[in-house]
């Protein structure tokens, strides 16, 4: 997808607590965040991210004693094959407590064939149970939102239902791959649809979600990163 500002690659390992960013714990539990723009949050800060929003929910939740560290993996235009490049050349400390992925917008973006979505997902999916140290149960898959939905595709013009249908083809993969390996799956997807284009949903660039869309996604993630990092 079009990159309005592709400023992060990896963040340094940040940690949040209940009113925001504050100083890493020695003991906190430690979360990996594995994706693309999605993840990364574009167009809304960091703390607005909603890995950081779930960092700050289990904090809250009292699913851990003290905000996680963050490590995010993640850029605005990243494909499957380009999150495990960046991968490749990233520094890791594993086991960690949680790592969720989100990917494969950008290979439905730029018509890359389904087959290979499948391969390399798969690829990607096993290095995240790695890093959690080689248990599924702390790995959890989202979904791929709409973009099809939003103010950027309908003013370009964009056939938004073959969107949906080659999104939910790309979810549908991720989801049997997930639940094959044991990973979570949380389905986020009818949430952006729910959303849309409405006031407040987006950010300036009208495609990529705002921290009150993010918001909505963390509550769908947390029950199952919950269970995760309380293993």
């Known amino acids: 997808m079009p ?16 009113g925001g960013a504050g100083v890493p714990a020695d003991d906190s539990p430690s979360y990996l965040a594995l994706g693309d723009s999605y993840t990364i949050g574009e167009g809304v800060r960091v703390a607005e991210s909603w ?6 929910r289990l904090l809250r939740e009292g699913t ?16 499957t094959d380009e999150l495990a490049a960046a991968m490749d ?8 407590a949680l790592v969720t992925l989100l990917i494969g917008v950008n290979n439905q973006y730029r018509g890359r064939d389904l087959a290979n979505y499948r391969d390399e997902f798969t690829d990607l999916l096993e290095r995240a149970i790695r890093l959690a140290g080689g248990d599924a149960d702390r790995v959890v898959v989202v979904s791929i939102p709409d973009w099809g939905v939003t103010t950027f595709a309908r003013e370009q013009g964009r056939d938004v239902q073959r969107i949906g249908h080659e999104i939910d083809a790309f979810n549908a993969a991720a989801r049997e791959i997930a639940l094959r ?13 729910e ?4 006031d407040g949903q987006l950010v300036a660039d009208g495609l990529h979600p705002s921290a009150a869309q993010y918001a909505r996604w963390t509550e769908l993630i ?4 919950c269970k995760a990092i309380a293993r």
């Open 3 to 18: 990159a309005m500002h592709a400023f992060l690659t990896a963040l340094p390992i940040l940690a949040f607590a209940a």
């Open 51 to 56: 890995p950081a929003q779930l960092a700050v």
């Open 64 to 79: 851990v004693p003290a905000g996680p560290s963050i490590k995010i993996v993640a850029q605005t235009g990243w494909t």
């Open 89 to 96: 050349a990233a520094g890791f400390a594993p086991p960690y």
């Open 181 to 193: 390996h044991g990973a979570a799956f949380v389905d986020i997807t009818p949430a952006s649809r």
């Open 195 to 198: 959303a849309g284009d409405a």
């Open 222 to 225: 947390l029950p199952a990163a």
